[in-house]
Structures are given as C-alpha cells and as structure tokens.
C-alpha cells in the first residue's frame, strides 16, 4: 500500500495533494440568495451547469446519462440549498458533506478546476434571469464558489509536475 497515494485506482495514477492553503476560508453567501431563489431556483441552476459540464473538456468526471446528470446535479443542489442559506438537505439526504473526501476519487487538477469554474460562471451569469437569482448577491457566491474550489484541488497538474 502506498501512504501517499490512498486512492490506487484514480485515473492516471496520480498522488494525492493537499493545497498549501487549507481549507477555505471564504465568507457565506447572503441567505437572500436562497430565500429568492428556493430549492427549485437552485435544482434548476444546478441542472443547467451540469448540461455544461457534460459538453467541458471534463466531461469524463460526470455522469454520461441525462438521468444519472440529473441526480448528481439534485445532489449537488442540496448542498447549495444549505450553502444559500437554506436547510440541511444535502445532510439530511447524504450525511456529513466532507466535500474534499468525498472528491478524492477523481483527479482534480488546477486546470480541471478552472474548467469547472468556467462552466459554473456561465450559468451563474445566466442565473439573475433564469433562476430568480438576485442580481447584487452572484458575485458573493462567485468568490465563495472560487474560494471553495480551491480545496478540492487534489492532484498537481502534469506539466508542473515535471
């Protein structure tokens, strides 16, 4: 067994890394964002992101079926709900979040975040009039998502690690 690698099987072989920052240390966003929004708002925005994942150059990290996107993007959703400002569902639904844990299966990289970043901006930008979020409240939740991104980086990119 391997002590720096715990996840033998992650696609290509990759050690796990732990970013020099720790976790994030990132204000909430505002509960207005929820209370305007709802859960529905928030399903619906999630589904939206996950259509654009499906088409990234990360596509091979999410569900391939319509169907399976559709409960990944739900389970995602119910972790915004309370991240929004609304209730526990995602605990409620799945138990404790430990949301870099639960990442480490996959190989996330620094240029894999930023093209999760990129899709996530898209729909956010659409999300004032698509979703009911409120206007004044997307770059909070930009800088908290960015922020939050950055911990769930868990693999050096290939050409750093020469």
Not at 56 to 82: C, G, H, L, Q, Y
Not at 110 to 117: D, K, M, S
Not at 127 to 153: G, T
């Amino acid at each position: 067994m391997d002590i720096f690698n715990a996840y033998p099987d992650r696609p290509g072989d990759r050690p796990i890394h732990t970013p020099a920052s720790g976790p994030p240390q990132t204000d909430r966003v505002p509960p207005a964002v929820y209370e305007a929004m709802g859960e529905a708002g928030i399903v619906e925005m999630f589904f939206a992101f996950y259509e654009r994942l499906a088409e990234s150059t990360i596509a091979d990290m999410f569900p391939k079926s319509e169907k399976n996107r559709r409960k990944a993007a739900e389970k995602n959703a119910s972790m915004f709900v309370f991240l929004f400002g609304g209730p526990h569902l995602f605990q409620q639904r799945h138990g404790p979040p430990m949301m870099r844990a639960r990442h480490l299966p996959f190989v996330i990289d620094e240029a894999g975040r930023q093209e999760w970043l990129r899709c996530f901006r898209e729909t956010l930008d659409e999300a004032p009039e698509l979703f009911s979020m409120p206007a004044e409240h997307v770059e909070a939740v930009w800088k908290f998502v960015s922020d939050f991104s950055a911990w769930m980086v868990n693999a050096v990119d290939t050409k750093e690690e020469g």
